[in-house]
């Protein structure tokens, strides 16, 4: 008894076996939150002049740089 070939022989089969069918998109891995002036915690590079500056004055600089660029944000409206 003959064994069938691994590989297909067929040209067409051959290109249909080589590509797999495209998937769906994967979902977000996470919506936004839909709750008014939640806080994230994010990450970002910001330059050391800038830093200081917002440090110079103690606690809550995290809070000072949000309120500015809230105020920048507003600006654009």
Same mark, same amino acid.
């Given at each position: 008894? !003959?064994?069938?070939? *691994? =590989? ?6 051959? !290109?249909? !076996? !080589?590509?797999? $069918? ?5 979902? $977000?891995?996470?919506?936004? /939150? /839909?709750?008014? +002036?939640?806080?994230?915690?994010? /990450? @970002? =590079? @910001?330059? *050391? ?14 809070? *000072?740089? +949000?309120?500015?660029? =809230? *105020? ?6």
């Amino acid at each position: 008894m !003959a064994t069938p070939p *691994r =590989r297909p022989t067929d040209p067409m089969a051959a !290109a249909e !076996a !080589a590509f797999k $069918p495209a998937k769906k998109p994967l979902a $977000p891995l996470r919506e936004p /939150s /839909s709750a008014p +002036n939640v806080r994230e915690l994010v /990450s @970002i =590079r @910001i330059d *050391r002049a800038v830093l200081d500056h917002f440090q110079e004055d103690g606690p809550g600089w995290q809070d *000072r740089i +949000n309120d500015a660029l =809230r *105020r920048v944000v507003a600006a654009k409206d």
